[in-house]
């Protein structure tokens, strides 16, 4: 007779963990409890259904109860609710949610895979109100699409610009809505340095969508939402999307001991406080491998690897548990962002000595068709060069970016590592020298003082302060649109007006995207300036950096034209 295995929670983990068990132990006894409707869905996957990227609700669900058991022999319930947990008998008490039956069932490995669910701040007036909806489960979008499908529902406030908030408020401006999006903190999507989040918040302004970041929700009224500042969104429904905690509920009750992020602590090998019951994903705290904190990452990618680990251990089979870096993707409108790793922000605010470039560079050979810039952002440790983090912006293939550089962390790559990384080359795909192989030449001259740099988000100032800034575009390019006081001395121009430069104050050179002001600042190292600095990101850079607060706020301009060609 095998084991008896009880799973708490069929989502990701908890459906992953199950399968592994089934091929590890022919005759487990292996029976799924799941509180919801449904069992192993894609919750990634349900905002699509609102513009009907999804056609059909039922796409949702990748696995029913009776697939299970036909497939795998493992006993999946639904609308059953895990009530307590005792630990000495080894029992679970349960509820029937439809019948109200409770009942015990006993077992000798017990894997708890609770996931996460949806901030709903009691702080906020008015956060019940029945236009006031979460996204957590198949039947949550079911209920919201039935809600905003009414005629009179024209216009949807969504509050949080995360993952989750931002594919919503894209589908419901797909399905026809008039959005509007509130992000307490000063940016959207966290995972991104605030550089970084202008090219999304610009995109957002782009596609109609009105953006309100810096600004907390105050209230929720029938037909408005109230910000802290007195600003008021006007709506007919309202999604709350302000981030997810761990269901640790039925674990504390237990006994099992939780960790300082306030999620359920776990050994290596995915054991808890107890040694007979395993927990897995969003309600879990996991190693940080770069910062080495723990943390709380609700994804399903890492929640994966722990359910199969946590199987394997249950068979007395040893995995490796190297921690999480972090990687993540999405795509909004037709930019697509991907991010790995720390960020900036993250890498300062835990001390780790470090730098970081902006490149813009093709994602493709230019001749071909559907060639667009990607804005890539590499940060690394100093002195070592090792890679920490990179984030990528643009309509191309992010994502293959991306997992070079996530491959990179795991294997405690640096910038000559990556460097000299071979990839794929084909035209229609990248470039002979492809964007992070760029990212790395570029880290490594800053790296090595070869070249000084300033990012674009000291450009205002530098403005302001009437700094020495040169335009090495051509006349053309400068005179669609330029930096208020810039000179424009094209790179062609440079060596027989080099006596235009100052010998005795900084020099900050700019061109379209940075790699023309590279070639003309190593010009100008070698005529003896040793004060000249390159402008990260360079015109474009300043552009998309620039605009959605000159947008929005009606601040005054540092240049006369944006341009984003």
Do not use: W
């Amino acid at each position: 007779m095998g084991k008896r295995v009880l799973i708490v929670g069929g989502v990701a983990g908890g459906a992953s963990a199950a399968a592994r068990i089934r091929r590890l132990d022919a005759d487990a006894s292996i029976t799924i409890l799941e509180r919801g409707e449904h069992v192993s869905f894609s919750n990634c996957s349900l905002p699509y259904y609102l513009s009907r990227t999804v056609e059909d609700k039922d796409e949702l669900v990748l696995m029913t109860p009776e697939g299970f058991k036909n497939s795998y022999d493992i006993e999946v319930r639904v609308n059953s609710e895990v009530c307590g947990i005792d630990r000495t008998l080894k029992k679970i008490r349960i509820k029937d949610r439809v019948s109200g039956r409770e009942y015990e069932e006993s077992y000798d490995e017990l894997v708890l895979s609770p996931g996460s669910y949806p901030i709903r701040p009691n702080s906020i007036e008015g956060v019940t109100l029945p236009h006031v909806f979460t996204v957590r489960n198949v039947k949550d979008i079911e209920t919201l699409d039935q809600y905003i499908s009414r005629e009179e529902v024209r216009r949807v406030v969504v509050i949080g610009g995360g993952f989750i908030g931002l594919e919503v408020a894209e589908n419901l401006k797909s399905a026809g809505k008039q959005v509007a999006v509130a992000e307490a903190a000063n940016q959207i999507m966290a995972p991104f340095d605030y550089d970084m989040s202008q090219i999304l918040q610009k995109e957002l302004y782009d596609q109609g969508v009105e953006l309100a970041v810096g600004d907390g929700v105050k209230a929720i009224t029938e037909d408005k939402v109230i910000l802290n500042s007195g600003r008021e969104l006007p709506c007919d429904a309202v999604v709350l999307s302000i981030g997810v905690l761990p269901e640790t509920e039925l674990a504390k009750q237990a006994g099992l001991e939780t960790g300082e992020t306030g999620a359920i602590k776990v050994a290596p090998d995915y054991r808890t406080s107890d040694p007979h019951i395993y927990a897995v994903g969003d309600a879990i705290e996991v190693y940080q491998r770069l910062t080495h904190k723990p943390i709380k990452l609700p994804l399903a990618g890492p929640a994966l690897r722990q359910a199969r680990a946590a199987a394997d251990a249950m068979y007395g089979m040893p995995s490796r548990n190297n921690g999480v870096i972090g990687s993540c993707a999405v795509r909004l409108f037709r930019l697509n962002a991907a991010a790995t790793g720390l960020n900036e922000r993250t890498a300062k605010a835990n001390n780790i000595p470090c730098d970081f470039v902006y490149t813009i560079a093709m994602d493709k050979v230019g001749l071909m068709p559907g060639s667009s810039p990607m804005h890539f952002k590499l940060v690394f440790e100093v002195p070592t060069g090792r890679i920490l983090g990179a984030q990528a912006i643009g309509k191309g293939s992010v994502d293959k970016r991306i997992d070079v550089i996530a491959t990179l962390i795991a294997m405690n790559g640096t910038l000559e590592d990556l460097k000299d990384l071979e990839l794929c080359y084909s035209p229609v795909f990248g470039t002979a020298r492809d964007v992070v192989n760029l990212a790395a030449l570029v880290a490594l001259n800053v790296l090595h003082g070869v070249v000084k740099q300033v990012p674009v988000s000291n450009v205002r100032e530098l403005v302001e302060s009437k700094a020495c800034i040169i335009d090495v575009r051509s006349r053309d390019e400068f005179e669609m649109g330029h930096l208020i006081g810039a000179v424009n001395i094209p790179l062609g121009e440079l060596r027989q007006r080099i006596s235009e430069i100052p010998h005795d104050r900084p020099v900050f050179l700019h061109c379209r995207t940075s790699q023309r002001s590279y070639n003309a600042a190593m010009a100008l190292k070698g005529r003896g300036f040793d004060n000249v600095l390159n402008i990260s990101g360079s015109f474009l850079g300043i552009s998309y950096y620039e605009y959605f607060t000159d947008m929005t706020t009606g601040r005054e301009k540092i240049l006369t034209e944006y341009n984003f060609l």
